[in-house]
Structures are given as C-alpha cells and as structure tokens.
C-alpha cells in the first residue's frame, strides 16, 4: 500500500523532491507517494520494511567505481599515437605495453588519436592504473578513433580486454584463513554476522563468503523450480561474494557490502576466507571510442566475425565510459570476474548474429560480475539488452537509466539464481517481443534456467507497450514497484507472482532507489 509523504518528511529527504521534479515526476506533494517497503522515516532516513520470511529490499548503492563513492578519474595522458597503415594490432599493443612498463605511480592513459585502427587480433589493457582512451566514439574518423576489428583469427574473439585473464572466479584461498560463519541466520541485506574464529581477520581484509549448494538448499528452492530438464545438482550453484572485512569485535565481523541472499545454516553451513587476489588488475578502463566490428552477409545470419566488444575481466576498480560498439555476436559490453566497475553513457547496437540462444546480450554480467553499474546506456536490437548471464555468483548489479530500444526479448536475470539485481529507471522503446523485463522463472529454458533472479527490484521501469514478469522464488522474493504498463507474475513457467505495488501509478519517491539508497548511505 503506498503511504501518504508530508511535507516535513519531504524536506526531510535531503533534496528528494528536487529529484523527483528532475527525473520528471509530478512536483506536487499530493501526486507523490512512496513504496511501503522502502521508504523514508521521519528524520529523511531510507526504512525498510521486511516480509514474513525476512525477505527485504537490498542496500544496492554499493555498485560501480569505488563502490559508488568516488567519481571515475580523469587518468592524464602519458602516451599518445595515430593510426598506421594495415592492421594496428601489435602497434595499439607496443604502446599499451609501454604504457605498462612504467612504475605503477606514473601510468596513465594511452590517447590514441583521430583515425580508423584496424585490428585483426585483441588488444589487452593488462596492467593496474592503465586506460585506453580513444578521441571519441562518433562515426566521423577525423574527430573520432574507431577501432575496426577485422577477421575471425581466432574464431568468436575478444575485441578489448581489460584487465587479466581469467582465474576461474576468486578460488585463491590464504592457507589458515577459512572459518565457519556461525549466525544461524544471516538475512539478505545483512553487513555482519560471527564467525568461529576470526583470529586471522582484520579490517581491510579482501574475503570470500561462500554458502555451498547443498542437497537441503535445492530441496529449499525446488532444484531451481522446473519440471523439465535436468534438476539442478548438488555443487554445482554455490552462493559467493567478494567482499572487504570493515570491522572484527569479538567474533562479530562487518563487511563493506550486504549478502544477496539468506545465508542460512540450516540448509548450508556458509564459510569464508581470505582471497589472495591472484592476478587482479585494478584501476583500467576503456573511454571515448568506437568499436566497429567487420562483417559480411546477412546481419541476422552471418557470425564470422569478433565476439564481444569490450570485456572487463579479472578487475576492480575498472571502467568503460562514452564508448559505441557495433556488430557484435554477443556483447558490446561484457563483465567477468568484476567487482566494483562502472559503466557508463554506452551504446551497444546492431549487432551482428542469428538471433537465438548466447547472442545479442547488448550489457553483459557473466560469471562472478558483482558491485556493477550500468549507467545511462543504450542498447539497440538486444535478444536481451541489459542480464546477469552468470548464474549464482552474480549479485548487487544495478542497470540505471538503461534504454532498450527494439527489443528482441527481455532484459533480464537470466539464469540460476542471480541475486541482487536492480533495474532502476529502465525503459524499452519499440519492443518486438511480448515481455521485455523479467525477473521471474524461465523453466527449461537453455540449460534448465530455473530460477533466474531472487531478491531482484523493477524500480520506477518503463515497459509500457510490452510486459514485465516478476514472480517469487522459494525462499526469496522478487519486486516491481511503481513500474509502467503490464506489470504481472503471468510468465511462460507458472509461479506465484511476485510483489507488484504503484503499476502505473506515477510520482513514486524516491524515483531512482540506486540513488537514493547512495545519498542515504553517504549521508554523516
């Protein structure tokens, strides 16, 4: 039920209504009003309102750069080139490599001028503090860098990594660091819990929290909730987080950012240790320029070409901003292995692919992509637009602003148990599909998708000429709230809907929760 705001409470808020006004909802105070499960109290503080299961909305303020509370950096200049003649593969990679070679206080960016770079292989940003940076991401070489990915050598390569290469998730466990998480109860959007022995811990302590997927826990969650298809197996989905240690009092440890999920002892004995951070790059990016990618035929057939745009792998602290990439079979912008990044005013359109299953995933959260913002994005022609594509190591993503134009399908969390993911201010425009939001089951769908998000919000979202699905999972919950057009739990899997509250009704306060929940949080 939505609750009346008074006018104290307003300028309570610490400027809210001035948001309000901003992101285009009604000014007047009786045309505002707010969700009953997060809303703010008396003193302008954001409350929380929890379900019978203790289920509760997510802090999810701690997504992007730094999480959240530094803007990205403006990196100087220390190398500059233009164009050659023929492929720039090993000529963009000399200079980047230069770039690297310097002592860790005095890389920079690497500026590559105005011009068209064809690139028959992949350029790697591989060292902590290096950017590339392009002159701008316009289609006119002479005031922008495009960079023109040629061939198909290897075949479904990578455009631009940034970052390292893959380590098979955050496995690097200190010897003697590991301890049993001991609070019986550890309910999603906690920051603390006991431990059995935090005698190794101490504040700035880079950790791993692991609840494993155990027998009980499937049973919990119905082995993912599909009646056809191979159930989900024992092992195979644990729940992990990266994560900081902020405080040790006692046995009592407090980490920098909440769990996504209950971790709950009685249907997994959770544990954490210590992360050695093993090939981690940090502080990279990737700004101002174009990714043009080569192709040939038919744009719904042809797929002899690269394979994703833009990847940020193995990083923290990392970016992409004021970039356009085309004619990709997959991404324009792919994350794995991430924490902490940003990124920003993107666009990820045409790409080049049959349209079916592992294509056209325009933003892409893969596999233990945590702490990720998106923002002020756009994608065109997306099977799915903005999706967290890497199962349970996925969590605390936040899409904000997002547009989708064109759709082929949803945007979504699209397979085994996502947690955390937020679409906030998401707009589809011009959809070809019926639905274009989803947080709900998808059954046997790929490999037996299942439950594809748990304790996910549509916040304020714009799907006015299609639908949006949210249905909750066992154990979970999953919320639409003052979101536009058809709002139902109606998927192509039965299960109980979701909670659905304010569907068409406009002034919803705050009208972005991202930014909200981040005011509050920095707020003395």
């Given amino acids: 039920m939505a609750h009346d705001l008074s006018r104290r409470a307003v300028l309570a808020a610490g400027g809210a209504l001035a948001l309000s006004a901003a992101a285009g909802v009604p000014a007047s105070a009786s045309a505002i009003w707010q969700s009953r499960l997060v809303r703010y ?43 050659i ?123 791993v929290i692991t609840h494993p997927c155990t027998e009980e826990w499937l049973k919990a969650i119905d082995y993912g909730g599909h009646d056809v298809g191979p159930p989900w197996k024992v092992g195979e989905h644990p729940l992990i987080y990266n994560r900081y240690v902020r405080e040790v009092s006692g046995n009592v440890v407090k980490i920098d950012v909440p769990v996504f999920n209950h971790l709950d002892r009685a249907l997994s004995p959770s544990f954490l240790y210590k992360w050695d951070r093993a090939g981690l790059v940090t502080q990279v990016g990737v700004e101002r320029l174009r990714v043009d990618i080569e192709y040939h035929g038919d744009p719904e057939q042809d797929e002899d070409h690269a394979y994703n745009a833009i990847v940020l792998l193995r990083t923290e602290d990392s970016w992409v901003r004021d970039c356009t990439m085309l004619h990709f079979t997959q991404a324009g912008v792919a994350t794995q292995e991430t924490t902490r990044a940003t990124v920003e005013n993107c666009r990820a359109v045409d790409p080049v692919s049959i349209v079916t299953g592992s294509r056209r995933y325009n933003f892409n959260t893969y596999v233990y992509s945590q702490q990720v913002l998106f923002r002020d994005c756009y994608a065109y022609k997306a099977r799915h637009a903005f999706v967290s594509n890497g199962h349970s190591t996925v969590s605390g993503v936040v899409f904000l602003r997002g547009t989708s134009e064109y759709a082929l399908n949803s945007s979504e ?99 972005s929760l991202y930014q909200a929940q981040l005011l509050d949080r920095l707020r003395p």
């Fill in 413 to 511: 969390g699209h397979r085994r148990w996502s947690q955390g993911l937020l679409f906030d201010g998401h707009k589809d425009v011009d959809p070809h599909y019926d639905y274009t939001l989803g947080l709900y089951n998808r059954g046997r769908y790929g490999t037996s998708h299942g439950w594809s998000a748990a304790h996910s919000v549509a916040w304020n979202c714009d799907v006015s000429t299609s639908r949006l699905i949210v249905q909750k999972p066992p154990t979970a919950q999953n919320y639409a709230i003052g979101c536009h057009g058809t709002i139902t739990g109606d998927g192509p899997f039965a299960q109980p809907a979701g909670y659905i509250e304010g569907a068409n009704q406009p002034g919803l306060l705050p009208p």
């Fill in 85 to 207: 003649e023929g492929d720039n593969t090993a000529h963009v990679q000399a200079a980047l490599d230069e770039v690297a070679a310097l002592p860790r206080a005095r890389r920079g960016a690497l500026l590559l001028l105005p011009g068209v770079y064809p690139v028959a292989g992949t350029l790697y940003v591989r060292a902590s503090g290096t950017v590339l940076r392009g002159s701008g991401d316009g289609e006119d070489p002479a005031g922008n860098t495009i960079i023109k990915a040629t061939g198909n050598n290897p075949k479904d390569r990578d455009v631009i990594v940034a970052g390292g290469a893959a380590g098979g998730g955050w496995t690097g466990e200190v010897p003697g660091t590991r301890t049993d998480i001991t609070t019986d109860f550890v309910q999603v959007g906690a920051r603390e819990f006991a431990v059995a022995d935090p005698g190794s811990l101490r504040p700035g302590d880079n950790i």
């Fill in 41 to 83: 109290d008396r003193w302008g503080r954001l409350a929380y309102e929890q379900d019978a299961e203790g289920n509760r909305i997510p802090d999810f303020s701690h997504a992007g750069y730094r999480n959240g509370e530094r803007p990205i950096p403006h990196v100087p200049v220390v190398k500059t080139i233009r164009p």
